[in-house]
Nanobody
Framework: QVQVVESGGGLVQPGGSLRLSCVPS????????MSWYRQAPGKERELVAT????????YYTDSVKGRFTISRDNAKNTVALQMNTLKFEDTAVYYC??????WGQGTQVTVSS
């Protein structure tokens, strides 16, 4: 079955950290660039970060630069998003995405005091 499964979300205070994980299956993971998106309540889904198939190239949206780090382990078929110095505005459902693969259910991140 071609899918991605996200995990690692939760409730965290401002300034805290979370590490999201994504486990893909059913496709040749190592040949795909992978991305993390997020969707906050009442807002459109937005691209947060992308990592190339080899891990040698990354992209971050301006609002997370210096705070979030995307990484991947092609041997273990996982992609992660390390989120530090979280802010209220990071609250959203976070999705892992591969081109041509359906959206997963996402994982909820809530930043609240």
């Amino acid at each position: 079955q071609v899918q991605v499964v996200e995990s690692g979300g939760g409730l965290v205070q401002p300034g805290g950290s979370l590490r999201l994980s994504c486990v893909p299956s059913g496709f040749t993971f190592a040949t795909y660039a992978m991305s993390w998106y997020r969707q906050a309540p009442g807002k459109e889904r937005e691209l947060v970060a992308t990592i190339s198939s080899t891990g040698g190239g990354t992209y971050y949206t301006d609002s997370v630069k210096g705070r979030f780090t995307i990484s991947r382990d092609n041997a273990k078929n996982t992609v992660a998003l390390q989120m530090n110095t979280l802010k209220f505005e990071d609250t959203a459902v976070y999705y892992c995405k591969a081109p041509g693969v359906s959206w997963g259910q996402g994982t909820q991140v809530t930043v609240s005091s």
